[in-house]
C-alpha cells in the first residue's frame, strides 16, 4: 500500500495510485506561525493585519470586508502608497519555536508540511477597494494598479522567504477566488495582463525551492486553466462542478490536477444526508478517474461548515476506492 504522500504523487502524475486521495489528507497545515491572517469569531468583527475591516455575520458561513463609505480602507487608488502599510512579517526565532515543534511532529513520507496563504492578490484588491472600485480600476488606473499588484508580489515573496526560512515546507496552499460560480470575475485578457505576472513571479519563487502549488479557487475558472498552468499550479483545489472537470482532466490532465467536484453548496447544508454525499461522490469518482483528480468538497480547507459532513465524505470515498480499485 502506498503511503498518503506517494499515492497523491502518482494520482497528479498519471501514474498507479492504489485508491482515491481523500479530500485533503495528504497536506499537513501548520497555522500556529507567528504569520497569521486574522479572522472575527461568528458575530464579530475585527480590524485584520491590513487594517480592513472585516465581519461574520451570524448565520452566515464566513467572513467577508465592510465596503460602506465609513469603512472602506482605500477610496482613492491615486493614495493607495499613503493608505496601504503592509504588516510586519519578521520576527525573532523564537517566535517560530512553536511552528518549528509542530513540523518536527510531521512524517514527511506520509504528509506534504503545508503553508497556508490567504487572500490572494486579487483578494487584496478588492479586500482593500471593494470589489466595484477594484473592478473599476482595471481599466481606470491600469498603472496605479500595476503598482499596488507589484507592491503585494513583492510582499508575498517577502512572506514566503520566511516560512521557507523557518520551516523548510513542502506545499504552500494558497487562497484567491477568481469568479462566480458561472463565471471568472475577471476577463481572460485581464487576468492576463495584471494577475497571471503576478503569480508567476510569486508561484515561480516558492517551485525554486521544491514546494508543491496547491491552489484554492472554488469557482468557475475553466477559461483561466492556461494561466494557472503557466503559472505552476500543480493542484487547483476547489474546482466547483460547473466548470466540467471531467472534460478539463481530458484537455489538461498532466499538465495540473483537479480537486473538488463536489459543490459544498450542494452536499454541506444544516440538514445534510448521507445518501446525497455518497450519490454525489460516486458521481464525481466514475465521472472524473483515477487520474489528475482528488475528489474533494470544494470548500477551502480541511473541514465542513456542518458537523459530519467532511467525515462522511472521505467515508464514502473509501467506498468509491475499494469499488474502482
Given amino acids: 500500500m502506498l503511503s498518503i504522500r506517494e499515492n497523491l504523487m502518482e494520482t497528479i502524475k498519471g501514474g498507479n495510485p492504489d485508491r482515491f486521495v481523500k479530500q485533503y489528507e495528504f497536506l499537513e497545515l501548520i497555522m500556529n506561525t507567528p504569520i497569521t491572517r486574522l479572522k472575527p469569531p461568528i458575530g464579530g468583527q475585527i480590524v485584520n493585519e491590513w487594517g480592513i475591516t472585516v465581519r461574520w455575520p451570524e448565520g452566515q458561513i464566513g467572513a467577508f470586508p465592510v465596503h460602506d463609505e465609513e469603512h472602506i480602507l482605500l477610496k482613492d487608488i491615486s493614495k493607495w502608497k499613503e493608505v496601504i502599510k503592509a504588516p510586519n512579517i519578521i520576527h525573532p526565532p523564537e517566535d517560530w519555536k512553536a511552528a518549528q515543534e509542530t513540523v518536527s511532529k510531521i512524517d514527511r513520507n506520509e504528509k506534504f508540511v503545508t503553508i497556508f496563504v490567504a487572500p490572494g492578490i486579487f483578494e487584496h484588491l478588492h479586500y482593500f477597494m471593494g470589489?466595484?472600485?477594484?473592478?473599476?480600476?482595471?481599466?481606470?488606473?491600469?498603472?496605479?494598479?500595476?503598482?499596488?499588484?507589484?507592491?503585494?508580489?513583492?510582499?508575498?515573496?517577502?512572506?514566503?522567504?520566511?516560512?521557507?526560512?523557518?520551516?523548510?515546507?513542502?506545499?504552500?496552499?494558497?487562497?484567491?477566488?477568481?469568479?462566480?460560480?458561472?463565471?471568472?470575475l475577471i476577463a481572460p485578457p485581464t487576468f492576463e495582463e495584471f494577475i497571471l505576472p503576478a503569480y508567476k513571479k510569486i508561484y515561480g519563487h516558492w517551485k525554486e525551492n521544491g514546494v508543491l502549488i496547491v491552489h484554492?479557487?472554488?469557482?468557475?475558472?475553466?477559461?483561466?486553466?492556461?494561466?494557472?498552468?503557466?503559472?505552476?499550479?500543480?493542484?487547483?483545489?476547489?474546482?466547483?462542478?460547473?466548470?466540467?472537470t471531467p472534460e478539463l482532466i481530458k484537455k489538461y490532465g498532466g499538465q495540473i490536477s483537479f480537486m473538488g467536484d463536489l459543490d459544498s453548496g450542494v452536499i454541506d447544508f444544516p440538514k445534510w444526508e448521507k445518501e446525497i454525499i455518497?450519490?454525489?461522490?460516486?458521481?464525481?469518482?466514475?465521472?472524473?478517474?483515477?487520474?489528475?483528480?482528488?475528489?474533494?468538497?470544494?470548500?477551502?480547507?480541511?473541514?465542513?461548515?456542518?458537523?459530519?459532513?467532511?467525515?462522511?465524505?472521505?467515508?464514502?470515498?473509501?467506498?468509491?476506492?475499494?469499488?474502482?480499485?
Fill in 131 to 184: 470589489m466595484e472600485g477594484a473592478m473599476m480600476n482595471f481599466y481606470e488606473e491600469p498603472e496605479l494598479m500595476h503598482e499596488l499588484i507589484d507592491f503585494l508580489v513583492d510582499w508575498e515573496i517577502k512572506l514566503a522567504d520566511e516560512f521557507i526560512k523557518y520551516l523548510k515546507p513542502d506545499a504552500l496552499f494558497h487562497h484567491d477566488d477568481w469568479g462566480s460560480s458561472l463565471n471568472s
Fill in 278 to 325: 455518497a450519490r454525489e461522490v460516486e458521481r464525481a469518482c466514475k465521472s472524473c478517474g483515477k487520474h489528475y483528480f482528488i475528489p474533494s468538497q470544494t470548500q477551502g480547507g480541511p473541514d465542513s461548515s456542518f458537523p459530519g459532513v467532511y467525515q462522511t465524505i472521505n467515508e464514502e470515498i473509501d467506498r468509491m476506492s475499494k469499488e474502482m480499485f
Fill in 216 to 244: 484554492h479557487n472554488d469557482a468557475y475558472s475553466a477559461n483561466l486553466v492556461p494561466y494557472m498552468i503557466e503559472m505552476g499550479i500543480d493542484i487547483w483545489q476547489g474546482v466547483v462542478t460547473s466548470n466540467n
